[in-house]
């Protein structure tokens, strides 16, 4: 990440998710939060094509943004319009002292770290060598874990069937 527009899309992307997250905490309507939740989602794999990790960006993608996203939609408008609002609970303020000794444990960690740049050269694609190592080395788990979310979606179907 040398040149310039490669910092100045990281810095963007990097404000937007940020920005994005804090949206989804403070807005009240749940539709809205989920919005934000995918528009941080998609600052996320942003930044990773920043960070030349091109494989585990269009896995963000696919599986968050379009999976995860669309199943949270899917539970808040099947459940009652009363339930639907982001009321105030007696959580929010463990919930803020745990965020606030997060970020606090993050800061230091950002500050005793050494972020001297590795020398290896420049990264290189992450999709192929992935790709080589599930159809080679790993096929044989690759196969169970589609036969078992096969079985998982034939069950989820037969669950909601109605007879």
Same mark, same amino acid.
């Given at each position: 990440?040398?040149?310039?527009?490669?910092?100045?899309?990281?810095?963007?992307?990097?404000?937007?998710?940020?920005?994005?997250?804090?949206?989804?905490? /403070?807005?009240?309507?749940?539709?809205? +939060?989920?919005?934000?939740?995918?528009?941080? $989602?998609?600052? #996320?794999? &942003? !930044?990773?094509?920043?960070?030349?990790?091109?494989?585990?960006?269009?896995?963000?993608?696919?599986?968050?943004?379009?999976?995860?996203?669309?199943?949270?939609?899917? /539970?808040?408008?099947?459940?009652?319009? +009363?339930?639907?609002?982001?009321?105030?609970? $007696?959580?929010? #303020?463990? &919930? !803020?002292?745990?965020?606030?000794?997060?970020?606090?444990?993050?800061?230091?960690?950002?500050?005793?770290?050494?972020?001297?740049?590795?020398?290896?050269?420049?990264?290189?694609?992450?999709?192929?060598?992935?790709?080589?190592?599930?159809?080679?080395?790993?096929?044989?788990?690759?196969?169970?874990?589609?036969?078992?979310?096969?079985?998982?979606?034939?069950?989820?179907?037969?669950?909601?069937?109605?007879?």
């Amino acid at each position: 990440m040398e040149d310039v527009g490669s910092i100045v899309a990281f810095w963007v992307l990097s404000a937007v998710t940020l920005g994005a997250a804090l949206m989804v905490v /403070a807005v009240r309507n749940l539709i809205h +939060a989920v919005l934000f939740l995918i528009l941080s $989602f998609i600052g #996320v794999a &942003g !930044l990773y094509v920043t960070l030349s990790a091109d494989f585990v960006a269009v896995t963000q993608i696919l599986i968050y943004v379009g999976a995860i996203s669309v199943l949270i939609l899917f /539970a808040i408008l099947l459940t009652p319009r +009363a339930a639907r609002d982001n009321a105030e609970t $007696f959580l929010q #303020v463990p &919930g !803020l002292v745990l965020a606030a000794l997060v970020a606090v444990t993050m800061g230091a960690i950002a500050l005793v770290t050494d972020w001297s740049e590795a020398t290896h050269g420049p990264f290189s694609e992450t999709a192929e060598a992935i790709g080589e190592a599930l159809l080679d080395k790993y096929v044989l788990p690759f196969e169970i874990a589609s036969v078992v979310l096969l079985a998982a979606m034939v069950g989820a179907i037969v669950l909601v069937r109605e007879d």
